[in-house]
């Protein structure tokens, strides 16, 4: 069983550079056809100052965190991992070139099926570099037991 001591935990803290490259690429791999997505021109003619991310590509960046460290420490096994969920609540957009911090921790703990499956909820808080608070992301990792 995972602990439920490890709620609240911070489990990560690192920043990156939403490249347009990486988020062209994530748009066309997800059937996104708005150009504001692809033509720096088509977003400039849209309002945006540059290319805006994609709905759901800060998960992608999430996947980016320096340390698994704390999979270990809650004995998750790599192997029993299924991806639960992932919900997005966003407070201003963000864009290619921006660099975007994310802070992530455990916010909670709970098992289902008589402890045969554990869930992980983690939270994430995304700023931008002037410090805005971009979005916060929470999935939700589930771990098969036996």
Same mark, same amino acid.
């Given at each position: 069983? $995972?602990?439920? !001591?490890?709620?609240g935990? =911070? $489990?990560g803290?690192?920043?990156v550079t939403?490249?347009?490259?990486?988020?062209?690429?994530f748009? !066309?791999?997800?059937g996104?056809?708005?150009?504001?997505y692809?033509?720096?021109n088509?977003?400039?003619?849209?309002?945006?100052?540059?290319?805006? #991310? *994609? *709905?759901?590509?800060?998960?992608?960046?999430?996947?980016l965190i *320096?340390?698994?460290?704390?999979?270990?420490?809650?004995?998750?096994?790599?192997?029993r991992?299924?991806?639960?969920?992932?919900?997005?609540?966003?407070?201003?957009?963000?864009?290619?070139?921006?660099?975007?911090?994310?802070?992530?921790r $455990?916010?909670? $703990?709970y098992a289902?099926?008589?402890?045969?499956? =554990?869930?992980?909820?983690?939270?994430?808080?995304?700023t931008?570099?002037?410090? =805005?608070?971009?979005?916060?992301?929470?999935?939700? #990792?589930?771990h098969?037991?036996g």
């Amino acid at each position: 069983m $995972i602990d439920q !001591k490890h709620i609240g935990k =911070e $489990i990560g803290s690192f920043s990156v550079t939403a490249e347009a490259g990486q988020l062209r690429l994530f748009a !066309k791999t997800v059937g996104e056809t708005n150009p504001i997505y692809f033509d720096e021109n088509a977003a400039r003619d849209a309002g945006h100052p540059g290319l805006p #991310l *994609p *709905p759901t590509f800060l998960f992608s960046l999430e996947f980016l965190i *320096p340390s698994q460290a704390w999979r270990d420490e809650l004995g998750i096994v790599p192997a029993r991992v299924l991806h639960g969920e992932e919900t997005f609540k966003y407070h201003r957009m963000a864009y290619a070139g921006d660099n975007l911090h994310f802070q992530t921790r $455990i916010a909670d $703990i709970y098992a289902k099926k008589g402890g045969a499956l =554990e869930f992980v909820v983690r939270e994430s808080r995304v700023t931008n570099q002037r410090g =805005e608070h971009v979005a916060d992301l929470r999935s939700v #990792l589930v771990h098969r037991n036996g």
